[in-house]
Nanobody, 115 residues
Framework: QVQLVESGGGLVQAGGSLTLSCTAS????????MGWYRQAPGKERELVAS???????NYAASVKGRFTVSRDNAKKTVSLRMNSLKPEDSAVFYC?????????WGQGTQVTVSS
């Protein structure tokens, strides 16, 4: 079992920035592929960014150049720095850990971007 706890969501004006953090339990964090997903009302959950155990990073096209994902294996955390936020970025953001063939999810944190 891996438990994930997100923090850092909130309300921000368009053009502003937020940093989300996710702390994981377990002793093998460095081996997990970590990801950030988001789900807006009425829409499917989508991948925002992922970072593998080796540091390979993927971003959704809609956030590339604005968002930065990073990980700190010593602290068992993964972060998502979000700049130049847009109202369409508003969603519940979820942290995920891929452990073998299983994906664990955090409880989610709300990000609201006002225009």
């Amino acid at each position: 079992q891996v438990q994930l706890v997100e923090s850092g969501g909130g309300l921000v004006q368009a053009g502003g920035s937020l940093t989300l953090s996710c702390t994981a339990s377990g002793n093998f964090f460095s081996t997990y592929t970590m990801g950030w997903y988001r789900q807006a009302p009425g829409k499917e959950r989508e991948l925002v960014a992922s970072i593998s155990r080796s540091g390979d990073i993927n971003y959704a096209a809609s956030v590339k150049g604005r968002f930065t994902v990073s990980r700190d294996n010593a602290k068992k955390t993964v972060s998502l720095r979000m700049n130049s936020l847009k109202p369409e970025d508003s969603a519940v953001f979820y942290c995920a850990a891929d452990v073998g063939f299983h994906r664990y999810w955090g409880q989610g944190t709300q990000v609201t971007v006002s225009s």
